[in-house]
């Protein structure tokens, strides 16, 4: 039997946590609703993260059903692996298109600095997470994006809130990263190994 989830109107992150926990109930066969690209994309994502397989049926009008297959062997661990936890790597989390607090043209100068000296560094952070005023940073007009690109090619993830570009209304003028939901946002604070917040 195929266990239904209908996530139409629930903000981010409240349908990959009812993913989540269908999955956890142990469902061989989940079909979730959502309505809006974000989500469709999130809880696709996570579901492909767990190691389970997902297709998508678009509807139109913003609906889409997603099909999730349970994959029985996901998330087992290895015979004999150890249970050891890993520590993972510089988190910077960056909440605003500024540096500092003061003047704005002078906070953007910072903040433009602060990401060209960042790529120039060693080592590298892991991820760079932005929220709230900050998703302005990855998107079309921003006078970052070159930096962002370098950082990129390095390797270093790059995640903007789905819900701040939303609010924005820039969510298609995303240049960089992914688009992410707050449960990604916290798990990846709660497994870093160091978080820097601007």
Known sequence: MVKEIDCRKLNCPLPVINTKKALEEGHDSITVIVDSIVSRDNVRRFVQSQGHEVKIEDRGDNLYYLQITRNPEAGKKPVGAANVPTTGGVVV?????QLGIGDERLGGILMKAFLNTLHDSEPKPE?????????????????VLDSLAALTADGVQIMSCGTCLNYYGILDKLKFGIVGNMYDIVNSLLEAGKVIKI
């Open 127 to 143: 991820k760079m997470l932005f929220i709230n005023n900050g998703v302005k940073l990855t998107t079309e007009g921003s006078e």
């Open 93 to 97: 989390f960056i909440t605003t298109d």
